[in-house]
């Protein structure tokens, strides 16, 4: 029996080509970013990876402060206020 495939590959070979075809996709992603990442980064921003199509990845940026206004739920329903 062969380990051939009908492209030719042995199912070891496929998954190292796929592998270093998802890392280049990642780094591509990771470039595209850099931009948005540094400026979030220096305003203080937390930045969070999301997974997207095809091995690609978008973000999440979020600035910290807004976690300061968000009305406290526990608090409100126990004063009887909606949160």
């Known amino acids: 029996m062969s380990t051939d495939t ?3 590959r ?3 070979r496929r998954r190292g080509l796929t592998a270093r075809a998802g890392s280049a996709i990642r780094e591509l992603a990771s470039r595209a970013h850099a ?3 540094a400026r ?3 305003a ?6 999301t997974p997207g199509l095809a091995g690609l990845t978008g973000r999440t940026y979020r600035d910290p402060r ?3 206004i ?3 739920r526990r608090r409100a329903a126990a004063e009887g ?3």
């Open 40 to 42: 979030a980064h220096a």
């Open 44 to 49: 203080g921003w937390t930045v969070i990876v």
């Open 81 to 83: 206020r909606p949160g």
């Open 6 to 8: 009908a492209a030719g």
């Open 10 to 12: 042995s199912p070891a």
């Open 35 to 37: 931009p948005g990442d």
């Open 70 to 72: 968000r009305p406290d």
């Open 66 to 68: 807004f976690a300061a």
